[in-house]
């Protein structure tokens, strides 16, 4: 039997990676004939700039930033490389532990995958497509060839700097984390030659709107009277006006593509403060000023553009209005409530309205670079999983979009987690995702920490008892 292992990371307790070792192993326990095929993913998240990375052949570049406190660290993002389209991959080997960085590595063939339209399916129809009301009307560079002999693509985590795991519980500051660090990252990238960045946007310890990031790239943001703001989420309820006189062209110009796994709003009830700043150490005051401010960042924003336009329609040069040409029949849209804006605490709404940005489910991007669609019509059954299967994981999380992916080659999925929901909502929504069964991994009672420690264990033999059923099926 074959099987294709494509699990996510189990967050604070193993990377999509290991996971997926874990998985073979147990596999080839209860199934010595089985051929395994490991596919780690990544949803937008944790994991992204090693899946893409690995999938295209490329390297990883480490690089000195500040975290979202504003301390030194040294954080990693990644440039694509250049991989063919596997014509037959089919011919695996029995007990066949090769990744896709091994593939990729091997790989002669020149026909080179576009990754942005999804591969298969797309099951996150909230997104905005190609027509974005935000794009700058520059010619559309977004999609990826991971083969473009012109134009190189960095893939960056916005958590790999400003990530919230990197915070203590007692050290975070929901008012004052910036993502400063990550535009540090991008400024990197595009000095060193990026002409495209994905940037995933997950995991952010911040509810900045993005306005760290880009003070890295040269934007200001300023109060009623003129003086620089504070960094953080914090002091947006004071923005009266932003400043791009120290913003480049060749920044202006890069396309991003932002990565992303939920279509939350800015602001509101559902929006960036309400939802997510609860967990990066807001209490109900500050998700209130958290959400006020990114409402005053919104209307800076819309300023902003209306600024430029009315620059360009006076026949001025400012490279704003040259950024902005063409673009007033959209000055309207409010970025407030564009599906995605509230990403990464408002980060996506920030990009979206500052620069050449547009939002695509992050699991589409990756499952179409790996060729997924190819891998499960290949394999006989498809085992994924994530730290916590539950009411988030039918939309627009890994194990969704590998099971969409292989139910419409109909093959079966099975899901595995360190916790997994059991009401009938939740299950009736993986099942119309293509996950025909759910399983926990967890053995018995425990303390977090020692579940946390015995993950690879405890998927190991997880799934060595579902591999050994199957082949008990199978045989019988």
Same mark, same amino acid.
């Given at each position: 039997?074959?099987y294709?292992?494509?699990?996510?990371?189990?967050?604070?307790?193993?990377?999509?990676?290991?996971?997926?070792?874990?998985?073979?192993?147990?596999?080839?326990?209860?199934?010595?004939?089985?051929?395994?095929?490991?596919?780690?993913?990544?949803?937008?998240?944790?994991?992204?700039?090693?899946?893409?990375?690995?999938?295209?052949?490329?390297?990883?570049?480490?690089?000195?930033?500040?975290?979202?406190?504003?301390r030194?660290?040294?954080?990693?993002?990644?440039?694509?490389?250049?991989?063919?389209?596997?014509?037959?991959?089919?011919?695996?080997?029995?007990?066949?532990?090769?990744?896709?960085?091994?593939?990729?590595?091997?790989?002669?063939?020149?026909?080179?995958?576009?990754?942005?339209?999804?591969?298969?399916?797309?099951?996150?129809?909230d997104?905005?497509?190609?027509?974005?009301?935000?794009?700058?009307?520059?010619?559309?560079?977004?999609?990826?060839?991971?083969?473009s002999?012109?134009?190189?693509?960095?893939?960056?985590?916005?958590?790999?700097?400003?990530?919230?795991?990197?915070?203590?519980?007692?050290d975070?500051?929901?008012?004052?984390?910036?993502?400063? $660090? &990550?535009?540090?990252? !991008?400024?990197?990238a =595009?000095?060193?030659?990026? %002409?495209?960045?994905?940037? +995933?946007?997950? *995991?952010?310890?911040?509810?900045?709107?993005?306005?760290?990031?880009?003070?890295?790239?040269?934007?200001?943001f300023?109060?009623?009277?003129?003086?620089?703001?504070?960094?953080?989420?914090?002091?947006?309820i004071?923005?009266?006006?932003?400043?791009?006189?120290?913003?480049?062209?060749?920044?202006?110009?890069?396309?991003?593509?932002?990565?992303?796994?939920?279509?939350?709003?800015?602001?509101?009830?559902?929006?960036?403060?309400?939802?997510?700043?609860?967990?990066?150490?807001?209490?109900?005051?500050?998700?209130?000023?958290?959400?006020?401010?990114?409402?005053?960042?919104?209307?800076?924003?819309?300023?902003?553009?209306?600024?430029?336009?009315?620059?360009?329609?006076?026949?001025?040069?400012?490279?704003?209005?040259?950024?902005?040409? $063409? &673009?007033?029949?959209? !000055?309207?849209?409010? =970025?407030?409530?564009?599906? %995605?804006?509230?990403?990464? +605490?408002?980060? *996506?709404?920030?990009?979206?309205?500052?620069?050449?940005?547009?939002?695509?489910?992050?699991?589409?991007?990756?499952?179409?670079?790996?060729?997924?669609?190819?891998?499960?019509?290949?394999?006989?059954?498809?085992?994924?999983?994530?730290?916590?299967?539950?009411?988030?994981?039918?939309?627009?999380?890994?194990?969704?979009?590998i099971?969409?992916?292989?139910?419409?080659?109909?093959?079966?999925?099975?899901?595995?987690?360190?916790?997994?929901?059991?009401?009938?909502?939740?299950?009736?929504?993986?099942?119309?995702?293509?996950?025909?069964?759910?399983?926990?991994?967890?053995?018995?009672?425990?303390?977090?920490?020692?579940?946390?420690?015995?993950?690879?264990?405890?998927?190991?033999?997880?799934?060595?008892?579902?591999?050994?059923?199957?082949r008990?099926?199978?045989?019988?």
């Amino acid at each position: 039997m074959r099987y294709l292992l494509a699990p996510d990371s189990f967050k604070e307790a193993a990377s999509a990676q290991t996971v997926a070792e874990a998985m073979r192993k147990g596999v080839m326990a209860g199934d010595p004939n089985a051929e395994c095929r490991l596919m780690p993913l990544s949803d937008g998240g944790e994991g992204l700039a090693s899946a893409l990375v690995q999938a295209a052949g490329g390297t990883m570049r480490s690089v000195r930033t500040t975290d979202a406190l504003g301390r030194p660290i040294t954080a990693q993002y990644g440039f694509l490389g250049s991989i063919g389209r596997r014509s037959d991959i089919s011919n695996r080997t029995k007990d066949s532990d090769a990744t896709v960085s091994d593939r990729a590595k091997a790989s002669s063939n020149g026909d080179s995958p576009d990754i942005g339209s999804p591969d298969g399916d797309s099951q996150n129809s909230d997104f905005p497509d190609r027509g974005n009301s935000f794009e700058s009307g520059r010619p559309d560079n977004h999609s990826i060839s991971a083969g473009s002999p012109t134009v190189r693509t960095a893939v960056i985590e916005l958590a790999s700097a400003s990530g919230l795991e990197a915070i203590a519980p007692a050290d975070r500051d929901p008012m004052a984390a910036s993502t400063y $660090g &990550t535009g540090m990252l !991008i400024r990197d990238a =595009i000095n060193a030659g990026a %002409g495209r960045i994905v940037l +995933g946007l997950g *995991g952010s310890a911040t509810t900045d709107g993005g306005t760290g990031l880009a003070r890295a790239l040269g934007y200001r943001f300023l109060d009623e009277y003129g003086r620089e703001l504070p960094f953080g989420g914090g002091a947006n309820i004071n923005m009266a006006a932003i400043d791009d006189s120290n913003v480049s062209d060749e920044v202006r110009a890069t396309p991003i593509i932002l990565a992303c796994d939920v279509t939350n709003p800015l602001t509101g009830p559902q929006g960036a403060a309400y939802v997510f700043s609860p967990q990066k150490g807001a209490d109900p005051q500050q998700v209130e000023l958290l959400d006020q401010g990114l409402a005053k960042f919104a209307d800076a924003i819309a300023d902003y553009r209306r600024r430029a336009i009315n620059i360009n329609h006076s026949h001025e040069t400012s490279s704003a209005a040259e950024t902005l040409r $063409g &673009t007033s029949h959209r !000055i309207t849209i409010d =970025i407030r409530n564009v599906p %995605g804006a509230g990403a990464a +605490g408002g980060t *996506g709404g920030g990009l979206l309205g500052l620069f050449n940005a547009r939002i695509e489910p992050g699991i589409d991007l990756v499952l179409n670079l790996l060729h997924a669609r190819e891998a499960c019509a290949w394999a006989d059954v498809v085992i994924t999983g994530e730290g916590s299967i539950d009411a988030q994981t039918p939309y627009g999380k890994v194990p969704s979009g590998i099971a969409r992916l292989a139910k419409s080659q109909g093959k079966p999925a099975i899901a595995i987690g360190g916790k997994v929901a059991h009401d009938p909502q939740t299950i009736a929504a993986l099942r119309e995702a293509g996950i025909v069964a759910t399983f926990g991994v967890t053995p018995g009672p425990a303390s977090l920490p020692e579940l946390l420690a015995g993950t690879e264990r405890n998927v190991e033999s997880t799934c060595a008892a579902i591999a050994g059923l199957l082949r008990m099926t199978q045989n019988g």
